[in-house]
Each structure stands twice: as C-alpha cells, then as structure tokens.
C-alpha cells in the first residue's frame, strides 16, 4: 500500500478515535404527555457541525479508492459547514484545499474556513458551485470531493458508528427506545439515506421523515417521483436544500416528506433558544418543526412514542443573520405568526 495514504488512513482514524460521540439530550416539553423529543447535538464534533461525520466519510473514501496523494488539491463545492470540516481534514493530512461557495456564505463560515488553511472560491448562487468546483480541478489537477454525488456512498450505513447506529444505540434505555419517527432535512441526502438504510436493515419500526426548506426542489421530487426537477433560486436555509436532485438523495428510503416554511425554521431557533438556552442554526429550526408536527399528531391520534431529530450546528456562526433582527426581518418577514404557533408548546 502507499505509504503515504497508509498513514492519513491513520491520521484520520486516530482523530476520528480522539472524539467522543455527540450527545442526545431530551427536550423539557411538558405539554407532550407521553410523547418524548430528543436532539442529537452534532454541534460539538470538532469542526461544530453534522458536517464533520460526512467529511471524515469523504475523505477516507477519496483515499482507499486512491483519489488523493501527498500533492493533491481538495475542491469542494459547499454553502460552508462541508467546506469548514473538509477544511480542517485537509490540513490535518497537509493538503491544500478550496471551498467553492455563494458570495451570499455566512462570514463566520469563511472565517472557519480560512482558519483551518483552506481557501475561499466564491460564486454568485448555488448552481454555479458545481461547474466552478470540476473547473477548478481540472485547471489545478486536483479532486473534486463532490458531497452531492458521494454523500450516500462513502458513508458505512450498516454501522460502524454512524450517526443512524449512534441514535439508536443513545436510544436503548429511554422510555420508548425505539424512534416513533426520526426527522432529518436533505443538503447532501447523504444523511436521510444513511437513516433510511440503517432503519430497514436493522428491521426497526422506524418512520423517517424528511423536512425541505423553501426554495428546494426535493420535496417537489419525492411528492411527484421526478428527478428532473429544478428549482428557480437557491435555499435561504444554511446547509439544506437544493436547487436540483442530487445523485445521493435516495427517495426510497423516505416514508413521508414535509415542506417547511423558511420563517418558520427561524421562528423555530429562537423558540429553542428559549426553551433550553442554546442558539442552534436554521436547519435545526427545519428539523425541529417536522418533529413538532409529527408530535401533534401523535397526540392528537392518542398515541405514545418518541421522535429523535438533529441539531445540525450551532447558532453562533449566524449571529450576524438568523439572530439579526433586521436581517431577519428584511428576508423573512412573516416569523411572528410561526412564533405565535410555537407558544402553545411552552
């Protein structure tokens, strides 16, 4: 074996064997009488986001089918947190890295990204990101991780630590251990497709629910089984949503879809915020309103259970945008009527 891929191999592992698993913490919802909401805070992996799990994925994928040598250069395509984790395995294993990302990214997430040596290739929306990342490969010589195409194929669905074998390990002495429902939005599809996969080969009775912001074509997909869809303007939710259907969304593995509206996302972090303390970023809102919905209707069919769903990353990267209130105010307008909904679960 090369030498060289032997001993990133290593690296990435030893790192991987240096992080505790993530949390999973119940929500103190008094008004749900037998009716359980967990979180699992994937907010402390080292790089502060889902996105690390899918980074270590990729990388470790890109360098057993020797994709990577000591000289390659990583590109990525990625609105940021993908980009901030590839980042720091880049620099773990001493390889150059560009982001590809909208000029609209978060400055924190840039700031993350830079910080970890990577560098920043900007573009002006969403659908350029992936012509402008393969250009840019080719031009350098380098590889293109492409999370879009691989998110679902470099993840060990079976197990393996995953996050899917990882929920329902933390799961095994609660209340009710078995997930009614668990709900997670699609960036990549990468992560649905693992929780989806792991939930028929272990045989558990599993709903998945997947939640998709504004603007996302893969709610529209799934409803009408069309993989051709696009959709005219990019997702204003950090992370989720895509303007078209990505090779590792899996729609099979999916029981049921909910479209949730981008305000109500926003309106849902700041209800969490003040419910447990905690800033979250606007996909965990996305998260958080499928697993209330679907809690209401539990309740409402006199049923018990419990709904497991992410809390992707943390708040303090949009302190200048999902808690700005102006900037809120100027992008979403509407968020009052979703927190006035949200009251009655106080």
């Known amino acids: 074996m090369n030498q060289w891929i032997k001993t ?8 991987n064997q240096r992080s505790a698993d993530t949390h999973l913490f119940k929500l103190p919802l008094r008004e749900l009488d037998g009716i ?17 799990r899918l980074a270590r994925s990729l990388f470790l994928y890109a360098l057993c089918n020797r994709k990577l040598d000591e ?22 294993l001493g390889l150059p890295f560009v982001a590809v990302m909208p000029r609209s990214t ?33 031009e350098t010589g380098g590889y293109f991780m492409d999370q879009f195409l691989y998110a679902e194929r470099a993840t060990d669905w079976r197990g393996n630590n995953n996050i ?26 990468g992560t649905s497709a693992t929780l989806g996969r792991y939930i028929v080969y272990k045989g558990y009775d599993t709903q998945l629910m997947v939640v998709d912001p504004e603007n996302s ?12 869809l696009r959709a005219e303007c990019s997702s204003r939710i950090e992370g989720i949503g895509r303007p078209l259907v990505e090779k590792s969304f899996q729609p099979d593995v999916i029981d049921e879809m909910l479209q949730v509206p981008d305000a109500a996302s926003v309106a849902t972090i700041w209800w969490l915020e003040r ?29 018990r259970g419990s709904i497991v769903t992410l809390m992707c990353d943390s708040g303090q990267r949009y302190l200048d945008t999902y808690y700005n209130a102006d900037w809120v105010h100027a992008n979403f307008k509407d ?11 106080n």
């Open 8 to 15: 990133a191999i290593e690296k990435i592992e030893a790192d």
């Open 36 to 52: 359980d909401i967990y979180l699992k805070d994937e907010s402390t992996h080292p790089t502060g986001s889902l996105k690390h």
């Open 71 to 92: 000289n390659t250069t990583v590109i990525e395509a990625s609105s940021g947190s993908t980009a901030v984790s590839e980042a720091y395995f880049a620099q773990m």
């Open 106 to 138: 978060a400055q924190s997430k840039i700031d993350l990204i830079t910080f970890y040596g990577g560098r920043c290739h900007f573009v002006d929306s969403a659908p350029q990101m992936h012509g402008a990342a393969e250009a840019l490969a080719e």
């Open 164 to 189: 899917a074998d990882s929920i329902f390990r933390q799961m095994k002495h609660e209340p009710h251990a078995v997930p009614h429902t668990i709900v997670m939005s699609a960036g990549t599809g």
């Open 217 to 228: 074509v893969f709610y529209d997909s799934f409803c009408a089984r069309d993989d051709s």
């Open 275 to 303: 419910l447990i303390g905690r800033k979250a970023g606007a996909s965990t809102g996305t998260n958080l309103w499928g697993a209330l919905a679907v809690a209401q209707r539990m309740q409402e069919a006199g049923e």
């Open 335 to 345: 968020v009052a009527r979703y927190e006035a909904e949200l009251s009655k679960w």
